[in-house]
């Protein structure tokens, strides 16, 4: 397969990729937690649901069963949790800045990832959206 480009790709990490051409050949690799759909609105992919609590700092995501990585492994609530957990204790990439407000991430179950932040942070969806 062959993918035109505007600029070079710096990589194809989803962690670290910042380009647009980085993250258009990101997208053809790797599903989101949402996604859009075609009236920009966001929908489950990864995710079925996700709700917040009435005061903003409480998010639940119900996850997909049945999903593989591409070796065969099932994608859980750990996985959810291990990402944004590096990302934060580690300060990795633009992506920090949207982690560094979770105070926790639980996960009750294989299929369920709580996030508490330390405020209400009413663009959440949008960072399931950005990052696999």
Known sequence: MRI???NEI???NPLVAYSS???EIMRLN???LITWDQDLNPIPELAKDWSVSE???VWTLHL???V???DGQPFTSADVKFTLEYIRDNFIGYFYDYTSNMTEIQTPD???VVIVTERPLPWMPQIWIRKP
């Open 4 to 6: 035109g480009v505007f």
């Open 10 to 12: 710096e990589t194809i």
């Open 21 to 23: 051409s980085a993250y």
């Open 30 to 32: 790797y599903n989101l």
């Open 55 to 57: 005061d903003g700092m």
């Open 64 to 66: 997909q069963e049945g």
């Open 68 to 70: 593989k990585w591409h």
């Open 110 to 112: 294989e299929y369920t």
